[in-house]
């Protein structure tokens, strides 16, 4: 595995970790789970992802990693870096969602609970709710830090207009953001529209989630929509209508070039991500240890000639591929 300094600090992150939104809830099989956290930190991904929605049912994957950490990995504790998140719906109704102080506060400790953690390594705002002032939601993050409830605190996907504001709250009160976490992806490329540039500008480390957008820079789509794929759902993040003939076209000129370059679609599409040195992690999700392994594999090549970077380009340059 290789390692890079998170920002301006002295925290190293594996360039790949793994996140746990999907695969790792009740609904899923446990010893698949646990067979692929622990494969995972054995390749030298000491970098878990979670947040408080995290399963189905929401909750359930914070509690399936702990029973995980616990039954095989519990004397490797400081050899890794556990994360989670608050901000999303945990249930309908009041005090379920938000980024109220209100919420932050009741979370971690439910969080903490579950995972049967003392404390988190990193503890997200997992949203800008569009309505607490950044203010008392940046504060609820300073506190938990003071509490011991968390070692840094990290931003995820707020916007650019505020996300100077909770920087400059955090380093004033000198609990600096140590890690903002965006969606990026060959086809969701927002972040460079200021976000990454901010981030790096503050001393901020960046992850990326959603580095494969939702498979479809994989070699699962490039033949139709499989029967028993994410986008066959009724319901779930990426829907039959996204996996489009533009997209599906592009992905298989796509992965041409990444055959050329030895790799498969997803490997080049990690290693595209980190090229930029500004790139702390890209964050990947698994439903096999096999899936798990040929993600990983995307560290032996992250070099891009000048010719391969033009021709993505141009693969690229189409605004309909855009989500």
Known sequence: ????????????????????????GDVDDFKVATDIVVSAFDQGICHFDLANNYGPAPGSAETNFGRILRNELASHRDEMLITSKAGHEMWQGVYGDGSSRKNLMASINQSLKRTGL???????SHRYDGVTP??????????????????????????????QRCYDILREAKVPCLVSQYRYSMY????????LKCAADNGSGVVAFSPLAQGLLTD??????????????ETGFLQKGQVSEERVAASIKLNEIAKKRGQSLA?????????????????????????????????????????????????????????
């Open 1 to 24: 595995m290789k390692f890079r300094f998170c920002g301006r600090s002295g925290v190293q992150m594996p360039v790949v970790s793994l996140g746990l939104w999907h695969n790792f």
């Open 118 to 124: 003392e404390y988190f390594d990193i503890f997200y």
């Open 134 to 163: 950044v203010e008392e939601t940046m504060q609820a993050l300073i506190d938990i830090v003071r509490q011991g409830k968390a070692l840094y605190v990290g931003i995820s996907k707020y916007p650019l207009d505020l996300q």
């Open 188 to 195: 969701d490329r927002k972040v460079e529209g200021g976000a």
């Open 220 to 233: 699962r789509y490039l033949n139709g929509i499989p029967e028993h794929s994410r986008a066959a759902r």
């Open 267 to 323: 490997q080049m599409a990690l290693a595209w991500i980190l090229k930029d040195e500004r790139m702390t992690s890209v964050i990947i999700g698994a439903s096999s240890v096999e899936q798990l392994n040929n993600n990983i594999k995307c560290i032996d090549n992250l070099d891009f000639s000048a010719e391969e970077l033009s021709q993505i380009e141009d693969i690229l340059k189409d605004p309909v591929l855009s989500f």
